[in-house]
Structure formats: structure tokens, C-alpha cells
């Protein structure tokens, strides 16, 4: 199981950081989003996985760490802001510059395109 869990949290977290680096905004926001997933699941996976335990002290030899679920809870409300304000943000820049790209500058079609030389003569 925490193998598995591991795996999810390391995928997640490859993907997040591989959509941040694109020069487009919204995968820029998604791969925040995928980051701040497998930052939640880490943090979870802190407070030791356990089935069947109980969330406080009681009659039980084991329980839930407290703590652990607390600061998800709290990083998915800011998760939940950042996200909403990388969005306004994303919304500005293609308002101001006419393009998605992170870095505000637009591809012209002529770096793309090769130009043909001008003919001469006749």
C-alpha cells in the first residue's frame, strides 16, 4: 500500500512539474494544481496510513494523527485560493497581451515560416 501510495504521490507530483514548465497558462495552472495534490498526499501520508483506526484517543491501542488531516484541510483551502487567483491572473494577461503564453511575448509567424528572397530581375 505505501508503496503504491508512493507511486501516486511521485506521479503527480513528475506530471505537476512538467505542465509547469510549458509556456502556456493553463497547463501552468493545472500542473499547480497537480503539485499542490501530491503536496496534500504527502502531507496525509505523514501522519502514518492506517485502516480501521480510530480519529482520536479512546478505547483503541492505535489512532489517526490529528495533525496531519488538519494541514490537508487547511492546504486545500489555500490550494483552493491560489488556484482561483492564478486563474484571475491567466484571465489578465490574455486580456492584456492577446496570447496565453506565460512570458507575455507573442510568436510571430515569421520566425516560423522561412522567408523567401526577393526575386531580382526581371
Given at each position: 500500500m505505501e508503496l503504491v501510495f508512493a507511486l501516486v504521490i511521485g506521479a503527480l507530483t513528475a506530471s505537476g512539474v512538467y505542465l509547469l514548465l510549458r509556456a502556456r497558462t493553463f497547463p501552468v495552472v493545472v500542473g499547480l494544481t497537480l503539485v499542490s495534490y501530491g503536496v496534500n498526499l504527502f502531507l496525509f501520508s505523514s501522519g502514518r496510513l492506517a485502516t480501521g483506526a480510530q480519529p482520536v484517543l479512546?478505547?483503541?491501542?492505535?489512532?489517526?494523527?490529528?495533525?496531519?488531516?488538519?494541514?490537508?484541510?487547511?492546504?486545500?483551502?489555500?490550494?483552493?485560493?491560489?488556484?482561483?487567483?492564478?486563474?484571475?491572473?491567466?484571465?489578465?494577461?490574455?486580456?492584456?497581451?492577446?496570447?496565453?503564453?506565460?512570458?507575455?511575448?507573442?510568436?510571430?509567424?515569421?520566425?516560423?515560416?522561412?522567408?523567401?528572397p526577393e526575386e531580382t530581375g526581371k
Open positions: 479512546g478505547t483503541a491501542d492505535g489512532y489517526a494523527d490529528p495533525l496531519p488531516q488538519a494541514l490537508v484541510l487547511t492546504a486545500i483551502v489555500i490550494g483552493f485560493a491560489m488556484t482561483a487567483f492564478v486563474v484571475v491572473l491567466a484571465l489578465r494577461s490574455l486580456a492584456d497581451h492577446d496570447d496565453d503564453h506565460v512570458d507575455g511575448h507573442q510568436e510571430s509567424d515569421a520566425t516560423h515560416t522561412a522567408q523567401k
